[in-house]
């Protein structure tokens, strides 16, 4: 008899707590994990978007820097700490690439995360040296389909998303070439530019002093659309290979089991920080192109890059980790 009022009790207490916890978020200072080093993009992204937070959540917003194996280091401390919506993850395509690369992970990226919103997206392309004899990428993959296993193509290591954007562009043309792997994007451009490759697949942000110089060229951008800062670059979809659409993103993502409330928070001052003139211009700067999401629309991207990029993984044949 007793059981119903007891129960009763507990509910009311609980969605108590949780309408409190609410309320009183945020109660200590935001910690964003970023599982890259400082000064990259991701980092100044994080730093551009936390500073604006910072202002409208009445709290500081710390960057935590944890570089390192595929950024699981980074995935795992967020995935265990305390799902109340101070500690937050700068979550990419390299979280949901990792799930198709390692054999096992402490943690399941789609399961253990809620996510808050996108951040922005970058820019990928595949660049050629200036006196290349490719003028276009219609030249360029005739040339691939012409001369079996002769074409070079150049990116950063393997598992990468650029990496993996060069397999993805091997099957989607359906071409036997040879994709080379360096151990960054200077030893990638040293490449080019001594003819080592014949081109390589890179996110444009870093490439842009070199093409702004004339030392290297674009032959097409990976995106949905143009770049912003590169009108008059073609899509490959444009340039015939409408399978070969890759691009580099960034989200904020809370552990699972955040209250809904502090989500929904969260997610409006990112909205309110992504729109604010100041951040827009400061992140196109960085060629990061500014986009809102709603959590939900955060959740599908991670799941269908998730599957995506695991299905390129296992044509390419990478070996897992």
Do not use: C
Request: no cysteine; glycine share 6%; proline share 7%.
């Amino acid at each position: 008899m007793m059981l119903k009022p007891l129960l009763s009790t507990l509910l009311t207490a609980l969605v108590m707590l949780h309408a409190a916890s609410a309320q009183t978020f945020p109660s200590k200072p935001i910690k964003i994990v970023v599982p890259f080093g400082a000064g990259g993009v991701a980092d100044l992204t994080a730093r551009i978007v936390g500073a604006r937070l910072t202002e409208s959540l009445g709290q500081s917003v710390i960057i935590d820097n944890k570089p390192g194996a595929g950024g699981v280091i980074a995935s795992d401390t967020v995935a265990k700490s305390v799902p109340d919506g101070h500690t937050l993850l700068l979550m990419s395509n390299a979280t949901a690439v990792s799930a198709g690369l390692f054999k096992s992970l402490p943690y399941d990226a789609v399961r253990d995360f809620t996510p808050i919103s996108t951040l922005g997206y970058f820019d990928i392309a595949v660049v050629v040296p200036a006196d290349s004899k490719f003028k276009t990428f219609g030249e360029l993959l005739s040339y691939a389909r012409a001369n079996p296993g002769k074409l070079n193509i150049g990116s950063i290591n393997i598992g990468s998303t650029q990496n993996l954007a060069a397999e993805l562009f091997k099957t989607s043309a359906n071409v036997d070439l040879q994709i080379v792997p360096f151990n960054g994007t200077p030893a990638v451009i040293t490449a080019l530019r001594g003819a080592q490759i014949d081109a390589a697949v890179e996110i444009l942000g870093p490439v842009m002093p070199q093409i702004n110089d004339k030392a290297l060229r674009a032959l097409v951008v990976t995106g949905e659309n143009r770049a912003a800062i590169l009108p008059d670059v073609p899509t490959a979809k444009e340039s015939g290979l409408p399978s070969f659409i890759a691009s580099s993103w960034n989200a904020l993502a809370a552990p699972a089991k955040t209250p809904k409330d502090v989500i929904a928070r969260l997610n409006k001052d990112i909205a309110a920080a992504l729109n604010a003139p100041d951040v827009k211009k400061k992140l196109h700067d960085l060629n990061v192109q500014a986009r809102l999401s709603t959590p939900e629309q955060a959740s599908e991207l991670l799941v269908s890059e998730t599957k995506r990029w695991g299905e390129v993984i296992q044509r390419a044949k990478i070996p897992q980790q």
